[in-house]
């Protein structure tokens, strides 16, 4: 098992690109989210997926889009990048049925982006 | 939103030492989880533990959910122990609340 894979692993882009990170786990889980981690801080939740077809805002939503597009995989996208959204964003995964499994999260290796 | 306060910020530690990191939180949880940031940026979960106490070969956790706050010992402490431990807590499973950290420091 692969676990959680993220794709790109490093990013850069300039003021007003767009572009989406893609996040796939192979552990059968319902529940999916994007963090973003910036220096000294812990992580902060972006949006979350309960389950395959629903998604939530999290803590920081602002500037980002997700599409949960199928029970694997879990994308992120940045319509107009500006700099402060530069960070390295974290995905994850959790079983997300009843039961302690319940709540572990599971994560990817992270994308570092920078915007200029 | 849950406020999660972790303690102390840094550690340094001789190798074969011991050590408590404690996490306290503002309100009833439901999750509580103790991650490792290793050097490398990885976040290992440790442990699952939203009441009770867990052991995993060096390293237990405690939580009191009555009193808001969770423990996470390191006993004989390795240099592969070095990084970031985070506390994250969630009342409704889904939406983690992170500290800010811990970040520990193995000296050989």
């Known amino acids: 098992n692969a676990g959680v894979t993220q794709t790109p692993k490093f990013q850069v882009l300039k003021t007003g690109q767009s572009m989406t990170l893609q996040c796939a786990q192979d552990m059968n889980h319902n529940s999916m989210y994007w963090y973003r981690q910036d220096p000294g801080m812990g992580l902060r939740l972006i949006y979350y997926s309960a389950s395959e077809g629903t998604t939530d805002k999290g803590e920081v939503p602002n500037g980002y889009n997700v599409s949960r597009l199928n029970k694997r995989e879990f994308s992120l996208r940045l319509e107009s990048a500006a700099p402060s959204q530069t960070s390295v964003y974290f995905c994850?995964?959790?079983?997300?049925?009843?039961?302690?499994?319940?709540?572990?999260?599971?994560f990817g290796p992270g994308t570092r982006l920078t915007v200029l | 939103g849950i406020q999660v306060e972790q303690s102390p910020p840094d550690l340094i530690l001789q190798e074969g030492a011991n050590s408590t990191l404690r996490c306290n939180f503002s309100?009833?949880?439901?999750?509580l989880q103790w991650f490792h940031q290793n050097p490398w940026g990885q976040l290992i979960n440790l442990f699952y533990?939203?009441?009770g106490t867990k052991q995993n070969g060096r390293l237990s956790a405690t939580t009191v959910a009555t009193e808001r706050y969770s423990l996470l010992y390191i006993s004989s402490s390795q240099t592969t122990d070095s990084g970031v431990y985070f506390c994250a807590v969630s009342s409704n499973d889904y939406k983690l609340s992170f500290g800010a950290g811990t970040t520990v420091t193995v000296r050989a």
């Open positions: 533990i939203p009441s």
């Open positions: 994850a995964s959790s079983e997300g049925t009843s039961g302690r499994a319940r709540g572990t999260q599971y």
């Open positions: 309100d009833s949880v439901n999750n």
